[in-house]
């Protein structure tokens, strides 16, 4: 056993390459450990337990699916698998819904092609919390796999716990003002679990649906299915050909969105969350708390303290939003990277659900993407947001974060460093609350540096400065 690779859970799930660390028997062990947790913790009531398994597009992701429901069923629990890709926000509706004790999902959301991935959803219908995957971690290993032959699966539930989504999600969205605005709108779906399906709740009226990337490519069209500027061209070309006022986006498991505006340019977090968080409060007449991640925009806080509601900021990773969502009356938690869960719901992301919300805060305003974002900026400030990613392994990306923690820079790009912030990487505040921050993924050998500043040409200085000390120190 020893000899075996270690399992690491990351920001959202365990992750890894297909037929390198993702293989089958390592598939396994983790299933058995998860078995394990649940075993651990099953009522004495409940001599056998639901547990809710399903998938995404990618490649095998129906076979591992399988291998998984083998395990569970072998471990004494009753299982209800999916006979098709569903989006994660789906699934995580389901487990709540059928009150399982917890599900799988077995994909690996935005990462590249070749990763697969092993997501649990806690019975509240959201991530699970750290202190969970931590536990099924610590188990990994301590009981020999088991495995049988699956001769029952209780599946028959899932097509009327996906109905209750559906009237969930219409009782949420006011689609009657949406499919009769004599409106185009772009759906793209990145040939991810997504599909057709928010196109599904738009049709009907006058509004004009049109999807693309809907069908299913393991390799996702030669790009990432992460819903950002640089994986967006055919979104852009095809909101600009068609004259649509907006285009959306859904992420290789549909849990985060991405937006584009009527000019095909790309709308970031940045830009999204705050116009939904006005949309809420404004049109809707919402109350409750706002949660940022470590590296959401500067504005979420700002239109926070103008209407006096409590803000949060947490480590990046949408579990430690849901985890608020639990304890908290919270009205909206993002992340930067397309993650958002609002008041109403289950405390998971949702880019089905947000997709349409966002597509209501336009149609509703009756102004193009492009007029919103240049209210927003009026009334609480110009921020300007930027990402960039280089490859660097884990170990020496924490290896710099550690440094830079010790050691910090008194300037970046000529800009004096008014804070300094370690909540989760390192976040260096100038004195117009423009900021950078350094941070390694979690998920994959990636290191991130963001950063928001009053103008484009200063975010791209920040960068670009960041991107120059990082490589200087790989």
Same mark, same amino acid.
């Given at each position: 056993m020893n000899s075996q690779p270690p399992i690491r859970f990351g920001t959202d799930g365990w992750r890894a390459v297909i037929a390198e660390e993702f293989t089958f028997a390592n598939l396994e062990r983790v299933a058995q450990a998860f078995a394990d947790h649940l075993a651990a913790n099953r +009522?004495?009531?409940?001599? /056998? $337990?639901?547990?809710? @398994?399903?998938?995404?597009? #990618?490649?095998?992701?129906?076979?591992?699916?399988q291998r998984v429901? &083998?395990?569970?069923?072998?471990?004494?629990?009753?299982?209800?698998?999916?006979?098709?890709? $569903?989006?994660?926000?789906?699934?995580?509706?389901?487990?709540?819904?059928?009150?399982?004790?917890?599900?799988?999902?077995?994909?690996? +959301?935005?990462?590249?092609? &070749?990763?697969?991935?092993?997501?649990i959803k806690a019975p509240w219908g959201g991530s699970a919390a750290p202190e969970t995957t931590s536990a099924v971690e610590r188990l990994v290993d301590k009981t020999p796999p088991r495995r049988v032959g699956i001769h029952t699966?209780?599946?028959?539930?899932?097509?009327?716990?996906?109905? %209750?989504? #559906?009237?969930?999600? /219409?009782?949420?969205?006011?689609?009657?003002?949406?499919?009769?605005?004599? =409106?185009?709108?772009?759906?793209? /779906?990145?040939?991810? +679990?997504?599909?057709?399906?928010?196109? +599904?709740?738009?049709?009907?009226?006058?509004?004009? @649906? &049109? %999807?693309? #990337?809907?069908?299913?490519?393991? !390799?996702f069209g030669g790009v990432n299915p992460e819903p950002i500027d640089r994986n967006l061209g055919a979104l852009k070309q095809r909101v600009v050909e068609g004259n649509a006022l907006v285009g959306v986006a859904t992420d290789g498991d549909a849990d985060r969105v991405g937006a584009v505006n009527e000019r095909g340019m790309t709308m970031t977090m940045h830009d999204v969350v705050p116009l939904i968080l006005l949309h809420l409060v404004r049109v809707r007449g919402m109350k409750g708390s706002?949660?940022?991640?470590?590296? $959401?925009? *500067?504005?979420l806080r700002r239109i926070a303290s103008a209407y006096h509601l409590p803000f949060y900021e947490t480590p990046i990773g949408f579990k430690y939003v849901a985890d608020l969502m639990l304890k908290e009356d919270v009205l909206i938690g993002a992340e930067e990277s397309g993650g958002i869960g609002v008041k109403g719901h289950i405390p998971e992301r949702d880019g089905i659900l947000n997709s349409l919300l966002f597509l209501e805060t336009i149609v509703i305003a009756e102004k193009t993407p492009s007029e919103m974002l240049s209210d927003l900026h009026r009334e609480f400030g110009e921020?300007?947001?930027?990402?960039?990613?280089?490859?660097?392994?884990?170990? $020496?990306? =924490?290896? !710099?974060?550690? #440094? !830079?923690?010790?050691?910090p820079p008194s300037d970046i790009a000529g800009y004096p460093i008014a804070t300094v912030k370690p909540l989760d990487g390192i976040k260096?505040?100038?004195?117009?609350? /423009?900021?950078?921050?350094?941070? =390694?993924?979690?998920?994959?050998? *990636?290191?991130?540096?963001?950063?928001?500043?009053?103008?484009?040409?200063?975010? =791209?200085? !920040?960068?670009?400065?960041?991107?120059?000390l990082v490589r200087s120190a790989a």
């Open positions: +009522s004495e009531s409940s001599a /056998s $337990q639901l547990v809710i @398994v399903g998938y995404d597009c #990618r490649f095998l992701s129906e076979r591992f699916a429901a &083998e395990v569970l069923v072998a471990n004494g629990n009753r299982i209800a698998i999916f006979d098709g890709p $569903q989006p994660t926000p789906v699934i995580s509706w389901v487990v709540k819904d059928l009150g399982a004790a917890g599900g799988v999902v077995i994909t690996a +959301s935005h990462n590249p092609a &070749e990763f697969n991935g092993f997501k699966n209780e599946n028959e539930m899932l097509a009327t716990a996906i109905g %209750t989504y #559906r009237n969930q999600v /219409s009782s949420y969205i006011d689609l009657d003002r949406l499919r009769h605005s004599r =409106q185009k709108v772009v759906v793209d /779906s990145m040939h991810g +679990s997504g599909g057709r399906w928010i196109e +599904s709740f738009l049709s009907g009226g006058e509004l004009q @649906v &049109e %999807t693309i #990337r809907a069908t299913r490519d393991p !390799l706002v949660v940022g991640t470590f590296s $959401q925009s *500067v504005l921020f300007y947001f930027g990402r960039g990613d280089l490859h660097v392994e884990v170990e $020496q990306g =924490q290896r !710099l974060i550690a #440094r !830079l923690n010790v050691d260096l505040t100038l004195e117009d609350e /423009s900021w950078l921050l350094f941070r =390694q993924s979690g998920t994959e050998p *990636v290191f991130r540096i963001y950063a928001e500043a009053t103008s484009p040409e200063k975010t =791209q200085a !920040l960068l670009s400065t960041a991107e120059e």
